[in-house]
């Protein structure tokens, strides 16, 4: 199994090409009038009255634990425990796996995140895919694919190929991104449940996520994933990819519901066994306008919101802004905190984005989409 520096982070678009710095500050200056203007969008939302009577009885954070976070951090790669332990994040998102170590070091590791320099507590969550499997965990067997055919040279010129040990989105001449890093395919000896490969992030492979084959090495046995997070001792859960539903509604007309059940489920079996344990959902917001969803959670995330739709760094439509507001600000009228992280490294998209983040009362943090670096501030 390789180590936890492959872990790619879930949003998935090919870098544009870059803009001149000017041109840019001045389309991210005339995009801040539209981004901070009005706020509380309710786009695609038709909440009932009752659920409408029922939000005003929500604390402002509904998990005390969770009323003192005021930034956070996100790294899956190339974790380094003292420098993220010695940062003033007051939440860390970080692989399960804590930068390689063995199991038995694995508690003091997560012992020393859980502090801050002050001494006071930081909330440490463990990033799990479940609507991907990612060939380089404990689960996986190498039985289980084979190097596919060259994709078609009018596919997307979008390849993984390996950097300093890292597998990261990358623009590369078609020939050396497919010698370096081969597509694969499902073999006969493959799981039902594992369906093909997603053709930008080599080594993530779609899943048939409602079959109960997948279901068991989520949750339920000391070996599935949920078990193994609240016996090492992490405080929750960050569940990304639950936005692969969508690719499965041809095959599986339900799987919208099955996406909301599965979350669901995996929350009510955690707090069975720990009900401390915290539960966040990354992107897929549109699944928020489930009651019983919105229940299950206690914070919800957002990849480029502001930023980073079409293309890396160039701003969303309004259109697409307001519509995953609208489902943000209902989570977040129920007492849900509501994490953004933008892939951006200009001053003029940081600033941007922070203001439109303020607005909203949401809690932001900037940084490199390969999730290689934590940075200090938000």
Known sequence: MSQPDQIQPAQRQAAPTRLGVAARAGILLAALGLFVSGGAWLLHASIDPQEERDAAHFPAVRNEALSEIKSWGYQLQGLRIGEAAGSQHDLLVVDEQLAGSGPGQ??????????????????????????????????????????????????????????????????????????????????????????????????????????????????????????????????????????????????????????????????????????????????????????????????????????GIGADAQPNSQQDVKASLAHLKRAQAEGLPVLVVEYVDTDAAMETARKALQAEGFIGYFAPRDLSVLRTGP
Do not use: C
């Not at 002050?118 to 990033?127: E, F, Q």
């Not at 390849?159 to 990358?170: F, H, K, N, Q």
């Not at 050396?176 to 492979?205: C, D, I, K, S, Y």
């Not at 519901?257 to 955690?270: G, N, Q, W």
């Open 106 to 307: 694995r508690g003091l590791a997560l012992s020393a995140l859980k502090r801050k320099p002050d001494g006071s507590r930081r909330i440490v969550l463990a990033y799990l895919s479940i609507g991907e499997a990612e060939s380089y965990r404990g689960y996986w067997q190498k039985t289980w694919t084979q190097a596919a055919s060259e994709p078609a040279a009018s596919e997307p010129h979008a390849e993984i190929v390996p950097i300093g040990g890292t597998r990261v989105l990358a623009s590369a001449p078609r020939d050396e991104a497919a010698r370096r890093w081969p597509a694969q395919t499902p073999t006969p000896a493959a799981p039902a449940w594992l369906g093909q490969e997603n053709p930008q992030w080599r080594g993530n492979f779609v899943v048939r996520f409602w079959d109960p084959g997948w279901r068991a090495i989520l949750s339920g046995s000391s070996t599935a994933v949920i078990d193994r997070l609240i016996a090492v001792g992490f405080d929750g859960v960050y569940l990304d990819r639950a936005d692969v539903y969508a690719q499965w509604t041809g095959e599986r007309p339900q799987a919208r519901a099955d996406m909301i059940d599965l979350v669901t489920h995996l929350s009510a079996y955690a707090k069975a066994k720990n009900p401390e344990f915290l539960v966040a959902l990354q992107n897929a917001e549109e699944l928020l306008g489930n009651r019983k969803l919105r229940r299950a959670l206690d914070l919800v995330a957002k990849e480029d919101l502001y930023f």
